[in-house]
Structures are given as C-alpha cells and as structure tokens.
C-alpha cells in the first residue's frame, strides 16, 4: 500500500512572495506518477503539476515547481510569485498504473495581501 | 478541454432514503471512472473504482451494498447511496480517466454534496 504525508495543515504567504510546500511518499512501486492538485473554495479539483517517477528532471508549470528526490521519497511543490488566487488547499497524490489516487491530508495556503 | 460532469451539485435526501448521484464525461469516453469521499476539511478517499461494463471494485472498508455503483455507458457512471443515514453526508467527486489520445490523463467532477437530515 501506498502513503502520502503532508506535514503542513496550513501555510501563510505573502502576496508575490514564494512558498514550499512538503510531501513525503511510502512506496514499494519502481514506476510510479506524483501529483499536486489545488482545490479552491469551489471545490472543483485543478491538476497542478505532474511528476513521472521515471524522470529525474524536476517539472515545472510556470510559477509552480516541484523538488522530486526519489531516494528520500520526496516531492515539494515551490509556488513562486504568489497570488491571491493560489489561496486553496493544496493536496499531494501519488498512483501507479491502476490509476487509482491516493492523496495526502491536504495543506490550506492563504496568500496575504 | 475535457470536462466531467457530475449532477446534482447538492441534494438533500431524509434519512432512509436512496439518493443517486451521476458522473458524466462530456467529449469523451471513460472505460474507468473513480469515486471519492471527502469530509470537511479533510482529504479525498477512494471509495471504489467504476469500470464500463462490469461491476464496480471496492476499496477495504467500503460497503458495496450501500454504496451501488453502476456504469452502464462509456460516458455515464452513478453512485446511489441507499438508505442514507446522517453520516453518509459528505462531499462525493468523481473523476474519469481519458483513454486515448490525451496522455491518460485523469479529470474530476464538481463534486456533489449530500445531506442527509
């Protein structure tokens, strides 16, 4: 079975500045997908940014990255410039090829302005 | 872009009632639909995998008897809560997986709320 950890109930940014937020995965799988999905007040679930296990250079979405280092089973989402809009709960999810998600606790960011 | 549909956006059912909730994939086929359950402030739980044309697989601790998923086209996936009870209320969101030609990529619902009273 898989786990995902995210430490970080809530962070507080703000406006332009940048924040990181932490995950950390358990895992037995070799080939694997990690995600980080926003959930604003809406509730609707946006896609982030994606990480293929396999690829060992970071990905990268404009003002999002992520810090993958597959030996320590970490993977940080860098949110670079913040927005007001970024305000939302931010959630790490991890799948393998049955394409079932499993996601962390979530982390609430608020962006100040 | 693709768009998954889910109907209705809150309902509000008494208590030993059945409700149905449906997960509809718009400009796209789905052979595999998911459902989760979210409690407030909380994250999403997979409740059980919706495959076109076959029953439903389960997640531990999920009662498929009260939870009937039914996927009966290729762009069409329900959940019916039956004889609901004041803690089945939650916030439940779909999400389907797009076969071909998009990277099998995955996209949710607007979720829907239950309340049971």
């Known amino acids: 079975a898989q786990t995902v950890t995210q430490s970080q109930p809530e962070m507080s940014v703000q406006e332009a500045e940048t924040v990181t937020l932490s995950c950390t995965y358990d895992t037995s799988e070799s080939n694997y997908y990690l995600f980080w999905y926003k959930q604003p007040p809406s509730r609707q679930m946006i896609l982030v940014i994606r990480?293929?296990?396999?690829?060992?250079q970071n990905a990268t979405e404009n003002r999002f990255s992520v810090n993958f280092q597959k030996a320590a089973k970490s993977f940080s989402l860098k949110i670079s410039d913040s927005q007001l809009g970024d305000t939302a709960m931010y959630f790490c999810a991890f799948r393998i090829n049955d394409y079932k998600l499993s996601f962390g606790a979530g982390t609430t960011v608020t962006v100040r302005a | 872009g693709a768009v998954v549909s889910q109907h209705p956006s809150r309902v509000i059912c008494k208590s030993g009632t059945s409700v149905k909730i449906e997960c509809r994939s718009l400009d796209f086929q789905a052979t595999t639909m998911f459902w989760y359950r979210q409690f407030p402030k909380q994250s999403l739980m997979l409740m059980a995998t919706s495959n076109e044309g076959s029953k439903a697989t389960y997640e531990q601790g999920v009662e498929k008897d009260k939870f009937l998923i039914n996927h009966a086209s290729l762009t069409l996936s329900t959940l019916t809560v039956t004889s609901a009870h004041p803690e089945d209320s939650s916030f439940y969101i779909c999400?389907?997986?797009?076969?071909?030609?998009?990277?099998?990529?995955?996209?949710f619902g607007e979720g829907s709320w239950l309340t049971v009273v």
């Open positions: 990480q293929e296990a396999y690829k060992q």
């Open positions: 999400s389907a997986r797009v076969n071909v030609g998009r990277g099998n990529t995955i996209y």
